[in-house]
C-alpha cells in the first residue's frame, strides 16, 4: 500500500522475520516480573503471608510456564506451510477431563493453605499485651493507648509516629469517624479498611525494631495520598519506658518534606 | 429441541441456582444483604423464566431444525424491521433532560418528561403502523 | 417501516447509498448501530487514553509535576469509569449489534428502535459524566467505585457526583434493553439450520454475557438509585451515623461490579476464538465444553463479589475465596480450548491473529494475578495497590483491550469493504505489546512495594522512582502502537485496498454476504450444517461427511 512511508513498511518486514523472538523475551520478563520482591515481613503474621505467597508465586509461575509453552509450540510447529486442509477434529474427550480436573486439583490444594493461614492470621489473642485504638480521619491518624492517657494525634503535613513494642501481641482497634479508610503496612504485609460505623480487631507481633512506613490504601478524598504515619517498633523495656512519661497528647513536631 | 424453550430452560436453572446459592450463603455467612440481592436475582429470574417457556410451548422454528434449509423460508414474512425512526433519539434525549432535571430542577425535568412522553407516544403509534 | 420477507434467490447486489447525517441520527439498522457504538467508545477510548497518559505522567518522579491532588482524583476516577462504562463493555455491545444478526442469518435485531434508543441513551449517559468537567466544582473524583460515605452529599458537595449517578443510571438501562434485545434475537430470528448448537461461540458468549446484564445492572441502579436518595432527598442508607451502612454500599456495588468484568471479558473470549479458529483452519476446540465453560463462569460470577471486601473484616471471606478460585477453572479451559484449536493446525499470523495471541500472554497474567488476589491473606498484602491496579489492567488492557484491537483487524474489512494496511497493523501490535508489558510490569513490582493506588504521588523509596519511569517510558511506547491503528483505521477507512467478501476465509456467516453487507443482510444464505457454514460451502472436504470421503476416494 503507498500510504505507508518506506520505514514503516521496513519495520514490519522486520517484525515479521523475528516473530517469536520478542515474543518469548517478553513473555520471560514477564514471568520474571512477579519474582517476589516482597518487603521483608516484619511481623509474625506477615511472615505466614510471604511464606503463602512463595507457593502462590511458584505455582502461578508453573501453570503460566506450562501454558506459554503450549501457545508457543503452537505458534513455532504449526505455521502453515502448505495449502492442505489441517485435522477438522473437534473433541478429545481424555484431554478436556484431564484439563478440567487437574486445575480443580491445583485449586483446592491452594484452597487449602489459604484457609490455614488466613485461620493464623486473623487469629486474635484472648489477652494482648498492649492495645492501642486506631482511629481514622479526614486526613490522619488518631492513636489512643488506653489507661494510659496517652494519644499520639496527626495531620496530612505532620504524620503521626506512633510507638509499639517488639515481641510483644500489639492489639490494634480500628474505626474511622467520616469515610472509608484503610490501615496498611507494606512491611507487615497486611490491612484493613477503618469504616466508618464498625470497629475492627486485628493483632500484630513485630520481630525486629525499625520504622515501618503506613499508609492510607482506601480512596479518602482530596489528601489520601498525604494519609501516612509511621510505627516505631522499640524493644519492650523502651516501649515501658516510653508510656511511663505519662498522660499526654504527643504530636509529631517534624514536618515531612516529601510530597 | 426448541431454543425457546432452552432459553425458558436457561433463565429457569439460573433461578435456581440464583436461590441455592442464597440459601447456601444465608447459611454459611448470615449476613443479609448477599442473601437478598441473590435470593431477588432469583426470583426475578425465575419469572422470566416462567414467562419464556409459557411461550416455548409450540414454538416451532425452523431454525431448530437440523436439517431445514434457508430456502424454505423464501418468500414468507419473517418479521417486522423497521429501518429508521425519529422517536428513539428523541427518547433518549428526553430520558437524558429528565435524569439531569433531577439535579438542576423541575425547569428541565419537565420538559425532559414531556419531550419522554411524546417519544412513547410516536413510538407506539409507529408500532402499529409496523404491525399493518 | 417494511415487513421483511426472505429472498427466494439471489438478488443482484445494489451498492448502499452514502448515509447523510440524519440519516446517522434516525438510523435503527442494527449495523448502522452497531458503527455507532463502535465509532463512539473508540472516541472515548482516546479521551480515557490521554487521561492515563496525563495519569503517568503526573507519576513519572515523585513530586507535584503535572496535575494537582484533585485534578489526579477526577483523571483516574473519569478514566476508570469512561474504560469500564464507556469503552470496553460498550464496544462489545456495539460490535455483537454488528455482528449478531450477520452471525445467525438474521436480517436485523429483534427491537430494531429499542436498539437505537440503547445506543442514544450510551452517549448521553457519557457525555453527562463528562460534563461534570465544565463545573467549577469538577467531575465526580471519588473513584469508578463511588465508594459511600466518600461520594455522599457531606463528603463531595458539587454535583459531579450527582451527574456520575445519573450518567451511570442512562448507561445501565441502556446495557439491560440491549440484554434483552440479543436474548430474543438468538431465540427467534436465527436462519433455518441455525440450531442452538451450531452457534458461533462468539454467539454463545453473548448470550451468557446478556443473562450476566440482566443479574446484575438491576442491583446497579439500585446502588445508585439509593446513593441520589442519600445525597438530595435525605436518605441515611450508608450513613452509619444514622443507622445506615457503609458496608452496605459495598455489597450493592461489587454485587453489580464483579459480574460486570466478565461482562468486559467474555465477548472478548469470543472474538478471540473466532480469530484463532480461523487463523488456525480449524474448527473450535472443544465447542460444548467451551460453551458450558461460560455458562459455569457467569454463574459463579454472581457468588464471588465480596473478594473485593476481604480487607473490610465484615465478609466470609473462605466463601469467597473459594467461589473465586472456582471462576480459575471454567477461565482456564478457555485456554486450553484455544490451545486444542491452534494443536495441528496450519496457523498464519496477520495482525488480528498476532492480537489474539497478545491477548493469551497478557491475560494469562490477568489471570494467574487473579488466583493470588482470590486468596484473602494475599489480598490483605496487594488489596488497592498498584498490584492489584496491575492485575486488573493485565485483564482489562492486556486483555480485552487487545482483543477489541483483534476484532478491529478482523471485522474491519467487512464493516468497509476495505483492508486496514497489515504493514501498519503489525507495527502496532509490536509497538503496543512491548509497550504495554514495558508499562505494567514495573508496576507489579511497585505494588508488592506496597505502593497505594489512587495517589497523586508517592515517597522517593528504594526503587519506586526508577520502576515509575519505566512505566510512563512504556505508556508512551504503547500510546504510540495505539496511534498507529487509529490512523491506520482512518487511512484505510476511505483509502485501504478492497477487501472482497471474505479475505481470511472466515467460518462464520457473515463472511457469506457482501462487504460491507447489504441492507438486509443477506442476498442468499448457505445451507447451515455446523458453526462454520461459510467454511462448509468453500470446502465441503473439511466437512465431517466430506472428509469421510476425500479419504475413501
Ligand atoms: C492501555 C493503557 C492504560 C494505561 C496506561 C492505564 C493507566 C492507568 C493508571 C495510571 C491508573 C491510575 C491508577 C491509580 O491512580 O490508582 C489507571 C486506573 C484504572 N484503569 Fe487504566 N490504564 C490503561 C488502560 C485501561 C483500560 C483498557 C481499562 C479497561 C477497563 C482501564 C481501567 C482502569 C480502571 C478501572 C482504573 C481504576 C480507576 C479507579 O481507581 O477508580 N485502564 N489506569
Ligand atoms: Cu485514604
Ligand atoms: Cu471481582
Not at chain 1, 70 to 96: A, H, K, M, T
Request: aromatic share 12%; with cysteine.
Amino acid at each position: 500500500m503507498r500510504m505507508d512511508p518506506g520505514w514503516v513498511r521496513r519495520a514490519g518486514v522486520v517484525c515479521r522475520r523475528y516473530a517469536s523472538a520478542p515474543l518469548l523475551a517478553v513473555a520471560g520478563l514477564g514471568l520474571s516480573g512477579c519474582a517476589s520482591p516482597l518487603p521483608g515481613a516484619a511481623t509474625v503474621q506477615g511472615q505466614r503471608i510471604a511464606h503463602l505467597w512463595a507457593v502462590f508465586f511458584l505455582s502461578a509461575a508453573g501453570v503460566a510456564g506450562a501454558v506459554y509453552g503450549l501457545i508457543l509450540w503452537c505458534i513455532v510447529r504449526y505455521r502453515r506451510r502448505s495449502d492442505g486442509l489441517p485435522p477438522q477434529y473437534r473433541d478429545n474427550i481424555p484431554v478436556e477431563i484431564m484439563y478440567t480436573a487437574v486445575p480443580v486439583g491445583i485449586v483446592a490444594f491452594l484452597f487449602a493453605l489459604t484457609y490455614g493461614t488466613e485461620i493464623h492470621v486473623d487469629r486474635v489473642a484472648p489477652r494482648p499485651d498492649v492495645t492501642i485504638n486506631v482511629t481514622a480521619f479526614k486526613w490522619s491518624w488518631l492513636f489512643d493507648y488506653p489507661g494510659t492517657g496517652i494519644t499520639v494525634a496527626g495531620t496530612p503535613d505532620y504524620p503521626p509516629i506512633a510507638m509499639v513494642p517488639v515481641g510483644r501481641t500489639v492489639r490494634i482497634v480500628l474505626t474511622s469517624t467520616d469515610v472509608v479508610h484503610a490501615f496498611y503496612i507494606p512491611s507487615f504485609l497486611y490491612k484493613r479498611d477503618a469504616t466508618p460505623g464498625l470497629v475492627q480487631r486485628f493483632d500484630l507481633e513485630i520481630r525486629r525494631p525499625g520504622e515501618y512506613l503506613g499508609e492510607c490504601v482506601e480512596f479518602c478524598g482530596f489528601d489520601h495520598t498525604r494519609m501516612r504515619f509511621w510505627l516505631r517498633a522499640v524493644p519492650p523495656a523502651q516501649f515501658d519506658r516510653w508510656i511511663e512519661q505519662g498522660p499526654r497528647v504527643v504530636h509529631q513536631r517534624v514536618r515531612y518534606t516529601a510530597p | 429441541m426448541s431454543a425457546v424453550r432452552t432459553g425458558g430452560r436457561m433463565f429457569l436453572s439460573s433461578a435456581a441456582f440464583g436461590i441455592a446459592v442464597a440459601l447456601g450463603y444465608w447459611f454459611v455467612s448470615h449476613e443479609a444483604a448477599g442473601t437478598a440481592l441473590l435470593g431477588l436475582m432469583g426470583v426475578s429470574l425465575g419469572a422470566a423464566g416462567v414467562y419464556v417457556a409459557r411461550h416455548a410451548r409450540g414454538a416451532a422454528l425452523p431454525a431448530d431444525q437440523p436439517e431445514s434449509r434457508p430456502e424454505q423460508l423464501a418468500g414468507q414474512r419473517v418479521g417486522a424491521f423497521p429501518t429508521s425512526s425519529s422517536y428513539p433519539v428523541m427518547l433518549a434525549a428526553g430520558i437524558a433532560l429528565f435524569s439531569v432535571g433531577l439535579i438542576y430542577g423541575w425547569w428541565l425535568a419537565l420538559p425532559g418528561a414531556l419531550l419522554g412522553v411524546a417519544a412513547i407516544i410516536g413510538l407506539m403509534r409507529e408500532s402499529r403502523a409496523i404491525e399493518r | 417501516m417494511t415487513a421483511v420477507v426472505a429472498p427466494a434467490a439471489a438478488e443482484p447486489r445494489r451498492p448502499a447509498r452514502r448515509a447523510g447525517v440524519l440519516d446517522w441520527l434516525v438510523t435503527t439498522d442494527h449495523k448502522h448501530i452497531g458503527i455507532l457504538y463502535m465509532a463512539t467508545t473508540l472516541g472515548f477510548f482516546l479521551v480515557a487514553g490521554a487521561i492515563a497518559l496525563v495519569m503517568r505522567a503526573q507519576l513519572a518522579q515523585p513530586g507535584l509535576h503535572i496535575v494537582e491532588r484533585q485534578a489526579y482524583n477526577q483523571l483516574f476516577t473519569l478514566h476508570g469509569t469512561a474504560m469500564i462504562f464507556l469503552v470496553i463493555a460498550p464496544f462489545a455491545l456495539g460490535l455483537a449489534n454488528y455482528l449478531l444478526p450477520l452471525h445467525i442469518g438474521a436480517a436485523d435485531l429483534a427491537f430494531p428502535r429499542m436498539n437505537a434508543l440503547t445506543y442514544w441513551l450510551l452517549l448521553a449517559g457519557g457525555l453527562t459524566i463528562f460534563s461534570g468537567l465544565l463545573l467549577s466544582t469538577g467531575a465526580a473524583a471519588a473513584g469508578w467505585t463511588m465508594y459511600a460515605p466518600l461520594s455522599d452529599f457531606e463528603n463531595t458537595p458539587g454535583p459531579g457526583v450527582d451527574l456520575w449517578i445519573m450518567g451511570v443510571l442512562m448507561i445501565s438501562a441502556s446495557s439491560i434493553m440491549t440484554a434483552i434485545n440479543f436474548l430474543t434475537t438468538v431465540m427467534l430470528f436465527r436462519a433455518p439450520g441455525m440450531t442452538m448448537m451450531r452457534l458461533p461461540v462468539f454467539v454463545w458468549n453473548i448470550i451468557v454475557t446478556s443473562l450476566i446484564i440482566l443479574m446484575a445492572f438491576p442491583p446497579l441502579a439500585v446502588a445508585m438509585a439509593e446513593l441520589f436518595i442519600d445525597r438530595r432527598l435525605g436518605g441515611h442508607f450508608f450513613d452509619a451515623s444514622h443507622g445506615g451502612s457503609a458496608i452496605l454500599y459495598q455489597h450493592v456495588f461489587w454485587f453489580f461490579g464483579h459480574p460486570e468484568v466478565y461482562v468486559m471479558i467474555l465477548p472478548y473470549f469470543g472474538v478471540v476464538t473466532q480469530v484463532v479458529s480461523t487463523f488456525s483452519r480449524r474448527p473450535v476446540f472443544g465447542y460444548l465444553g467451551m460453551v458450558l465453560a461460560s455458562f459455569a463462569i457467569a454463574g459463579l460470577s454472581m457468588g464471588v463479589w465480596a473478594h473485593h471486601m476481604f480487607t473490610t473484616g465484615a465478609v466470609n471471606n473462605p466463601f469467597f475465596s473459594i467461589m473465586s478460585f472456582l471462576i480459575a477453572v471454567p477461565t482456564g479451559i478457555k485456554y486450553f480450548n484455544w490451545i486444542g484449536t491452534m494443536w495441528q493446525g496450519a496457523l498464519v499470523f496477520p495482525t488480528a491473529m498476532l492480537f489474539a495471541i497478545g491477548f493469551m500472554l497478557n491475560f494469562l497474567l490477568g489471570g494467574v494475578t487473579g488466583v493470588m488476589v482470590a486468596s484473602p491473606p494475599l489480598d490483605y498484602h496487594v488489596e488497592d495497590t498498584y498490584f492489584l491496579v496491575t492485575h486488573f489492567h493485565y485483564t482489562l488492557a492486556g486483555g480485552s483491550m487487545f482483543a477489541l484491537l483483534a476484532a478491529l483487524y478482523f471485522w474491519f474489512p467487512k464493516i468497509t469493504g476495505r483492508l486496514l494496511s497489515e504493514r501498519l497493523g503489525m507495527l502496532s501490535f509490536w509497538l503496543t505489546f512491548v509497550g504495554y508489558n514495558i508499562t505494567f510490569i514495573p508496576l507489579f513490582l511497585v505494588g508488592l512495594l506496597g505502593m497505594p493506588r489512587r495517589v497523586v504521588t508517592y515517597l522517593p523509596l528504594p526503587g519506586w522512582p526508577e520502576l515509575n519511569l519505566t512505566s510512563t517510558a512504556g505508556a508512551g511506547v504503547l500510546a504510540l502502537g495505539i496511534a498507529l491503528t487509529m490512523w491506520n483505521l482512518v487511512v484505510s477507512w476511505s483509502r485501504g485496498a478492497p477487501a472482497g467478501d471474505d479475505p481470511w476465509g472466515g467460518g462464520t456467516l457473515e463472511w457469506a454476504t457482501s462487504s460491507p453487507p447489504p441492507e438486509r443482510n443477506f442476498h442468499a444464505l448457505p445451507p447451515i450444517r455446523s458453526d462454520r457454514p461459510a467454511f462448509d460451502m468453500r470446502m465441503p472436504q473439511g466437512t465431517p461427511g466430506g472428509q469421510a470421503r476425500a479419504r475413501a476416494g
